[in-house]
């Protein structure tokens, strides 16, 4: 690899505003379809306090309606079908720079948490990689 290949790399790996709307918005797609969809719910595990967690099974219908909108929005012009291959390096390093903000506010959250109950109360050991990967909760 020459020097302006990985430097065209190195460029496209940069976050971008671009990717963070695309991640948005397939996040809050993914937030309103599980919320809004119909599905059989099903019970979780048994927690610690024996309760249980109920959800909705609803991916199938989620991933049909998200290929229909897909669809619809390529019709439209509204969108590329390459959107995510077009982006797929920023949309590498955006992620990632979500994820690792998300990991610090749970891990944040976890260590103020003063709940009691078995599935909120904070598991901090001292140390702070072990804390931060486990998200202190």
Excluded at 34 to 63: E, I
Excluded at 75 to 80: L, P
Excluded at 114 to 128: D, E, V
Aim: with cysteine; proline share 4%; hydrophobic share 50%.
């Amino acid at each position: 690899m020459d020097a302006a290949a990985a430097a065209g790399v190195l460029a496209a790996l940069a976050p971008s505003w671009s990717a963070a709307v695309v991640l948005a918005s397939y996040l809050a797609y993914l937030a309103a379809a599980g919320a809004l969809l119909p599905g059989k719910l099903v019970a979780g595990a048994v927690l610690p306090d024996s309760s249980r967690l109920h959800y909705r099974c609803n991916g199938l219908l989620s991933l049909l309606l998200l290929l229909g909108l897909s669809a619809l929005g390529v019709y439209t012009g509204w969108m590329t079908p390459t959107v995510v291959a077009d982006r797929g390096l920023e949309l590498l390093s955006t992620t990632f720079t979500f994820s690792v903000i998300v990991s610090f506010l749970l891990y944040y959250t976890g260590l103020r948490s003063r709940h009691q109950s078995s599935s909120l109360k904070p598991h901090a050991t001292g140390s702070f990689i072990e804390d931060w990967y486990l998200s202190a909760a």
